[in-house]
């Protein structure tokens, strides 16, 4: 089996999401699917060979020999993703996706469909069919019941069944040959704790079929005159997909130690989800029109966030439960030999003030656009307001989650400044005591003024990255829309100016802070979503036509199937980090936004 | 049968189980919100629905307390330590059998089988309870044998 080979690693880009809302799965450009993580986004990879190795398995249904030019894409507006390869006897494409509404029917909750057909020709393919469990990538016990395989490991199992009388043997490698007119229809259900719902090729279709006229209906929801509306859709679709159904709660992205340097050792667990990234997709959501999806989130936080309140934890599994302590996977090789792997993720401790400014700046949106906070949200939101009252002056770990030390980030004052001028705006229009009320006022007053006398610096022109630091912080692009400054001032308009000369990644690229100055080894790429604030920032402060061309470079940037990891290259242009990653989908969308926003107002 | 007893202690062991409940909520040890979750069932509004849930495990505990009265007429006596046989009993079956099945018949509450169409806001339980905490299987029996405890030394003073 090919399989038993090492091979190069795959660009991370090359990879595509297929998706339930519940787990994701990502596929490259040959057909083989390198991570699947049962039953959830959380749970453990049966296919893992994106970071642990030959040995942690894979699915692969392609051309069997090199096979030519390749065309990708997504069906519109639908996440069912399409492959086609050119090969000598003829084309060959693979359609796939998975089920992601599966209520009220007898389904599986994990169904992968993947159909290959064949035009001009018979073609030669291939499956390749390894599951392995976990860290250490056990191998399942075997059995068959007629067309369908059955792999089995204590609680869970997984089943294929395909409308072909080969035979597959997990592990080796069998060939296929596809006829025009004859499709060979591949469906991989799972059961965890529960019994298999067997489901029959052709039933399976239907299901897919369906999900995507429902995905269809989702999208033309969204508004039509939206500027690079595909690209927003993808994003809006991508976002959606990382949103864990069962709870709302929107997962950061579905893979683990996708390195931030090609063989480094920034490698982290990002299968949970951040208050502050649910926050920025409210209103990703509420600005694109997905009123729905906007609400699910604050429904999220409220729940999720309910043992530890008024205190705002940095993040939760998708349940809302603390992550289980880091660990690192010693025997797994990581994506091109990045090492460690990481599970779990030790930022659940740190103190961020940032967050406390983001959800709240979430509430006072969602209210803003004529949803009622009901009482017990407004009484969360006080309390988060309090405790930044109470906790702005102590330092923080700040939006980057640095582990070496605290300081006073003057991106996470700005966000305290932000949560307490929300609160007190919401205040107006919810029961209230008035000296609370007061303190939150004169709270903000006095955070301002300790921004503006300590975290600017007068000889640049220039917010700083914390107090007295000589560096800035791409974080500070944000500034334009909180409303701390006018956007067209002086000192907005040189902290940007100063971002975008000393954080120059190559346009259009920006590093988050000063390459290296984090405490950790090694380097890291240029970090996306900064590029798409930017974006945000130029077109919040009227100049739209800066905004315009930027945002144009970015979407070029794009994986061929529309999608963006965490960081990029500056010299490769290669994608890097965990993939896909939802802030940066978040911060297309509201770059896309803030051009339209800023377009209707200067007409 | 003590009928006098029942209508009487089984209102106050509910009262004092659904007070158990809401103090480990607010000692930070479960997310499993009883009266919010039924009340859930009749409004989406929490608070709201935290007061009608309430009224409805009042009237939930009191059907479960002719139980446990009927248990004690069998057996001949009411004691405390039988009440909190029955207590640990009630808990194992309100989170082994009760909770998951409230997954298929609430309207507010997602199952794990949840997509993209489901407009369900209540996070299921999952496994006995453990996604609304590590505590929550403790909690649940322990304030259900605080419930068996009660209704079994007042109807065994009665």
């Not at chain 1, 529960?194 to 999900?211: G, S």
């Not at chain 1, 209906?217 to 991508?238: K, Q």
């Not at chain 1, 009320?437 to 914390?466: C, K, N, V």
């Amino acid at each position: 089996m090919s399989g038993s080979r090492t091979r190069e690693p795959v660009p991370i880009e090359d990879y595509a999401l297929l998706g339930d809302t519940r787990t994701a799965a990502l596929v490259d450009s040959d057909g083989s699917i390198d991570w699947l993580c049962i039953p959830r986004f959380e749970g453990q990879p049966v296919f893992g060979r994106l970071v642990g190795g030959e040995a942690a398995g894979h699915f692969k249904l392609g051309p069997a020999g090199p096979a030519g030019p390749v065309t990708r894409r997504y069906r519109p507006s639908t996440n069912t993703l399409e492959t086609t390869w050119e090969t000598r006897s003829g084309r060959l494409t693979l359609t796939e996706g998975m089920v992601a509404e599966v209520s009220g029917e007898l389904l599986p909750s994990t169904l992968l469909v993947r159909r290959l057909s064949a035009e001009g020709g018979p073609v030669a393919a291939v499956i390749e069919f390894d599951p392995r469990l976990g860290d250490r990538h056990r191998r399942p016990r075997v059995r068959r019941r007629g067309a369908l395989l059955v792999c089995t490991w204590p609680a869970l199992a997984v089943a294929l069944t395909m409308d072909s009388p080969a035979q597959v043997e997990p592990g080796l490698a069998q060939p296929l040959t596809i006829t025009p007119g004859h499709p060979l229809t591949c469906v991989l259900t799972v059961a965890d704790r529960e019994p298999l719902v067997h489901v029959d090729p052709v039933t399976a279709w239907n299901a897919l079929e369906r999900d995507e006229l429902r995905w269809q209906d989702w999208c033309a929801e969204i508004d039509p005159d939206l500027p690079h509306r595909d690209a927003v859709v993808r994003s809006l679709l991508t976002l959606r997909l990382l949103t864990y159904s069962p709870s709302g709660a929107p997962v950061a992205a579905p893979t683990t130690s996708l390195p931030e340097s090609l063989g480094g050792g920034r490698n982290w667990d990002y299968r949970y989800s951040w208050p502050r990234d649910a926050s920025i997709g409210v209103a990703a959501f509420l600005g694109a029109g997905k009123q729905a999806e906007a609400r699910a989130f604050m429904a999220w936080l409220l729940s999720a966030t309910r043992l530890d309140r008024p205190r705002l934890p940095v993040l939760l599994t998708l349940h809302g439960k603390h992550p289980r302590s880091e660990r690192e996977l010693t025997a797994w090789p990581g994506y091109a030999a990045s090492t460690p792997v990481r599970v779990g993720n030790a930022a659940s401790a740190q103190h961020q003030l940032d967050g406390y400014g983001w959800v709240l700046d979430a509430a006072w949106l969602l209210s803003r656009s004529g949803h009622r906070l009901y009482s017990e949200t407004w009484r969360a939101m006080a309390g988060f307001a309090d405790r930044v009252a109470e906790h702005w002056r102590e330092p923080d770990a700040g939006i980057w989650e640095i582990r070496a030390d605290s300081a006073h980030h003057v991106h996470s004052k700005m966000m305290a400044w932000l949560a307490l001028d929300r609160a007190v705006r919401l205040a107006e229009h919810h029961r209230t005591a008035g000296s609370r009320r007061r303190r939150w006022s004169q709270e903000r007053d006095a955070l301002r003024e300790d921004i503006t006398r300590h975290g600017f610096d007068p000889e640049r022109g220039t917010y700083t990255r914390s107090y007295g630091s000589a560096e800035v912080d791409a974080a500070l692009l944000v500034l334009p829309q909180l409303g701390f400054e006018a956007p067209e001032s002086a000192r907005v308009q040189g902290t940007l100016d100063a971002v975008a000369r000393e954080l120059d990644a190559g346009r259009p690229l920006l590093f988050r802070y000063p390459p290296g100055h984090d405490g950790l080894d090694g380097s890291e790429g240029a970090f996306l979503p900064c590029s798409f604030w930017m974006v945000q920032a130029l077109a919040r402060s009227g100049r739209l036509p800066e905004a315009q061309v930027l945002l144009d470079e970015l979407v070029a940037l794009a994986s061929p199937v529309g999608l963006y990891a965490e960081e990029m290259d500056p010299r490769t242009r290669r994608h890097l980090g965990n993939y896909p990653q939802a802030l940066t989908h978040s911060g297309l969308i509201q770059a896309a936004l803030a051009l339209r926003d800023a377009a209707a107002t200067e007409r | 049968m003590d009928w006098a007893g029942w209508s009487l202690f089984g209102l106050l062991a509910t009262v004092g189980l659904t007070a158990l409940m809401i103090s480990a909520q607010l000692g930070g040890l479960s997310r499993l919100d009883l009266p919010l979750i039924l009340g859930t069932v009749v409004t989406p509004d929490p608070d709201r629905a935290r007061a009608a849930g309430f009224l409805i495990h009042l009237a939930v505990g009191q059907c479960f307390a002719l139980g446990y009265a009927g248990c004690f007429v069998l057996l001949g006596q009411a004691t405390w330590w039988i009440g909190g046989l029955l207590g640990a009993l009630h808990g194992a079956v309100a989170l082994t059998v009760i909770l998951p099945m409230l997954v298929g018949v609430h309207p507010r509450m997602a199952s794990h089988r949840a997509g993209p169409q489901s407009v369900a806001v209540l996070e299921p339980p999952g496994l006995i309870g453990l996604n609304y905490g590590a505590q929550t299987p403790l909690v649940t029996i322990a304030a259900h044998v605080a419930y068996g405890i009660a209704l079994g030394a007042l109807l065994e003073i009665s």
